[in-house]
């Protein structure tokens, strides 16, 4: 039989308008007891069903992630009770077998017996920041698509000022741009007063790229994608406001990821935190860290055969926010071991699998400095970066012989050999 873990323990199948909640209570003879009840998700039943928990004295809570619906629940239970929010796959009954009801006793069982991994749920002030950050990069996207779309309006109209300047939303840039707003059908006016000092060189060919042809129409949409260009920017100014006011109790952590190469942003810094948290111990290791992360390769073997190991899906929000670090840190003079690191990998393996291995190391580095509460040392990873002698290339006799040949060498062997 399977141990029983909890003998007081409670499923929760979790639905948009109602959750369906199980109670089981175990006796010394092993026999289980179930009563069922249904809830909706209304902040007043939810503190019923809290409520109904504590007359039965029941502070063990298992339910699955179903969407952005386990939140409200889980806000209500978090104070009062220990709740596991499991991954679906990990509690999924059996199809055709499958009923609301059936479920939370699935679920109430599984937890019973402690089969149902726990999901990385940080504290409130955590996820808040996470909230916050993730919200961030969705304005910083829609900036890139705003920018994006006024500069395929200077391609149709054909003002090719990209291909002069290094940026076309640049100073300089915006002051021609927003004249040529102004009056479309005047593209011939003194370009030198708006430029960089550093860009009046180039004048001429920039006084001829913005000798095309921008209609009202295009005009119209241009000044509507810059006004709400500036908009996005006043909502990021905003977040990060409240974001600053959050991470007060967390300076020294950030602090810490700051001395990381790569990483000199301090909302990067936050990003991370909101992300991973500041808490190591909730992770077994730095390599479940990683796992949890998508950076290291699946286990997937199948009669001596080993499948596909690419890394997970997992990690959507902080993978890319590792790997554009790691593009960094390989360029950082501080410490040049993740560069060399990165051109050894890149060499067998190719960018893409260098640069999340970059990433990869970076995100153990950080589970070490927040455990052991130190800054990045660069004087462990200075060693590695001496140069080492290469080995001598071994040959077998008669390879020897066909290369000393080769290079016009006679070679008389001695007789019987």
């Known amino acids: 039989m399977l141990k029983i ?79 596991v929010v499991a991954n679906p796959k990990y509690v999924k009954g059996i199809q055709g077998k499958k009923t609301d009801k059936k479920d939370s006793v699935w679920i109430c069982d599984l937890h019973k017996h ?50 002069v300047v290094s940026d076309t939303f640049g100073k300089s840039s915006m002051r021609i741009i927003n004249r040529i707003l102004k009056n479309p059908e005047d593209t011939d006016f003194d370009v030198v007063p708006m430029l960089h000092s550093s860009m009046k060189k180039n004048a001429e060919d920039i006084a001829k790229s913005i ?14 994608c810059l006004s709400h260009l500036q908009s996005i920017d006043k909502l990021k100014l905003e977040i990060e406001s409240a974001v600053l006011k959050l991470i007060e109790p ?27 948290g ?16 998508g950076l290291t390769p699946q286990n997937n073997e199948s009669a001596g055969k080993k499948k596909s190991v690419r890394v997970s899906r997992a990690g959507v929000y902080i993978k890319p926010l590792l790997v554009q670090c790691a593009n960094a840190a390989i360029k950082s003079k501080d410490c040049p071991y993740f560069r060399v690191r990165y051109e050894q990998l890149r060499k067998r393996r190719g960018h893409k699998k260098a640069i999340i291995a970059i990433a990869h190391m970076l995100l153990n580095c950080i589970y070490h400095m927040l455990s052991k509460n130190k800054p990045f040392d660069y004087n462990l990873y200075r060693i590695e970066t001496a140069s080492r002698p290469k080995p001598l290339p071994k040959f077998t006799p008669e390879q020897a012989i066909f290369l000393l040949e080769s290079l016009g060498a006679q070679i008389i062997l001695p007789v019987g050999t």
């Not at 500041?278 to 992360?293: E, T």
Request: hydrophobic share 40%; net charge positive.
């Open 278 to 293: 500041v808490d190591m111990a909730v992770f077994k290791s730095s390599r479940h860290l990683c796992s949890w992360a």
């Open 114 to 163: 402690g089969l149902v991994p726990n999901s990385f749920i940080p504290p409130l002030i955590i996820r808040q920041i996470r909230d916050l950050m993730r919200y961030r990069v969705k304005l910083t996207n829609f900036k890139s698509s705003e920018k994006n779309r006024i500069q395929n309006s200077l391609t149709v109209s054909n003002i090719m000022l990209s291909s």
């Open 250 to 276: 967390y300076q020294e952590q950030i602090s810490l990821i700051l001395t990381l190469p790569g990483i000199k942003d301090i909302y990067t810094a936050i990003a991370i935190i909101g992300e991973i």
């Open 211 to 224: 000798n095309g042809n921008l209609t009202k129409p295009q005009a119209e949409k241009m000044a509507v």
């Open 5 to 83: 873990i909890h003998k007081i323990c409670c499923g929760i199948d979790v639905h948009k308008k109602f959750v369906v909640a199980t109670i089981g209570i175990t006796n010394d003879a092993g026999t289980t007891e179930y009563q069922t009840k249904k809830f909706s998700t209304f902040t007043v039943d939810l503190l019923a069903l809290r409520k109904w928990l504590a007359q039965h004295s029941c502070r063990e809570v298992c339910m699955e992630s179903t969407g952005k619906y386990w939140i409200p629940v889980f806000n209500i239970l978090e104070t009062k009770c220990n709740v």
